[in-house]
């Protein structure tokens, strides 16, 4: 059964970077299936396709996805003002990206939190 999909949209060939988009059912939600996801998508871009950068952009009202990536290493480039129009009225979005350099730096200790996670639900 999907649970969601993630799509990663180059910028262009020299730069190496792309926008990331994520969308996850309700139902996955809170339950660290999306962090598993991000982290294969991320080393797959990374490490095989030879990204160099991966830019994610969010609603700023948020917060719950905002938290989540302040605490996971994601580096908030800036504020986009009336970025999108949604629920009839323009509303600011968040910009925020990773490096190979850095996820690559820190993504043993994020797979290590997600395993030692994934093995507390083991009964």
Not at 14 to 20: C, D, F, Q, S, V
Request: hydrophobic letters at 35%; glycine letters at 6%.
């Amino acid at each position: 059964v999907p649970i969601g999909m993630i799509q990663c949209i180059p910028d262009c060939k020299k730069n190496k970077a792309g926008h990331l988009g994520l969308l996850v059912d309700c139902e996955a939600q809170g339950k660290h299936i999306p962090t598993e996801a991000m982290i294969l998508t991320m080393d797959y871009l990374f490490n095989r396709q030879g990204y160099n950068k991966v830019v994610l952009e969010i609603l700023e009202s948020n917060e719950s996805l905002k938290n989540t990536l302040d605490k996971s290493g994601w580096y908030r480039e800036g504020k986009l003002l009336q970025e999108c129009f949604i629920d009839g009225r323009f509303q600011n979005e968040l910009r925020y990206c990773m490096t190979a350099k850095y996820f690559n730096k820190n993504k043993d200790q994020a797979m290590k939190e997600y395993i030692q996670w994934a093995d507390s639900l083991k009964v």
